[in-house]
């Protein structure tokens, strides 16, 4: 039936899937979402001024300018030569090419961004789940009270100023280890999740704002809560664990699981070790209203007497 969006669920109100299961074309939707969060951070410099999009009513938008890189090889032929084009939808900025690619095929298959393929989905469906814009632009948000509003501006402030880039570069064969006297041990680098050595041909992700150690190689830049590539190396940094957005967000406020906001008010339900908006609590199937103790659960979702 093509994708109608439910009045305050995150998902299709004719069949509950979400947008990206319906192939709803949006790299500008994306792009633009992207600026938006940048634009009043230190990463500024990473969009470009556009005018027209989101919100209505602002003439000038800011717009994420994501790197791309096309692959061109040459195939073999008997006469003239034919030429295959791989591109990637998304490589690490400020590298050269070369490095990008090497960064990117350091991945597993299934997360790199090439167009056409699972990875380019994964990282759409990453770019949605990670950084949802409903933890950022309140206006998102369904029905909220002014008191609800100022406490996700406030919040919001509080993941731009949190939000930081990893930059890509080759791993140093040699490290400042520990101090004994005044002679500084040299010490090979090493990931900060796995352990493993970061070679100096390799190019790894670093964290220049925590220091030279912070690194990490491509396949281990992980949020330390999912487990998850952090899209677009793309960071929150919390208690010393690198999170994407989304876990950044959970560990200030519960999450509605039924519309997937953030639950700033004291008005909430707990059940079935999930948590509710008291005005989301509601049938999965035809959005009535559950009564404490008149609801049925099936593969996951609450549902009325009637729609079970």
Known sequence: MG?????????????????LEHAVPQDMEDDLRLGRLLANSKHV???????????AGKTQQRIYKRNRVIVTKMMAARKD??????????????????????????????????????????????????????????????DLSVDDRWG??????????????????LGSSECQGAVVGH???????????????????VPAAFVANFGETAAWHPACFV??????LLVDLILFWHEGRPLCGRHYSDCY???????????????????????????HFCCSICDSTLQDGYYRIQEGQMMCNNCW
């Open 3 to 19: 994708f109608s969006e439910h009045p305050w669920r995150k998902c299709c109100g004719n069949c509950g899937c979400s947008r």
């Open 45 to 55: 410099h990473l969009t470009a001024s556009v005018r027209g999009g989101e919100p």
């Open 81 to 142: 030569p034919t030429f295959s084009a791989v591109t990637y939808e998304w490589a690490p900025p400020g590298v050269g090419h070369e490095m990008a690619v090497q960064f990117l095929n350091l991945l597993p298959e299934h997360w790199r961004p090439i167009a056409g393929t699972a990875g380019e989905a994964y990282r759409r469906k990453q770019l949605a789940h990670q950084l949802p814009e409903h933890d950022f632009e309140p206006w998102r948000c369904h």
């Open 152 to 169: 996700l501006e406030e919040h919001a402030q509080r993941c731009i100023d949190a939000l930081s880039f990893a930059n890509v570069r």
């Open 183 to 201: 002679d500084a041990a040299k010490q090979q680098q090493t990931c900060r999740k796995c352990g493993g050595a970061l070679p100096a041909d």
């Open 223 to 228: 949020c330390a809560c999912c487990q998850e």
């Open 253 to 279: 406020f519960a999450r509605c699981s039924g519309c997937d906001e953030l639950i700033v008010g004291k008005e909430s339900i707990a059940m079935e070790g999930k948590v509710w908006h008291r005005k």
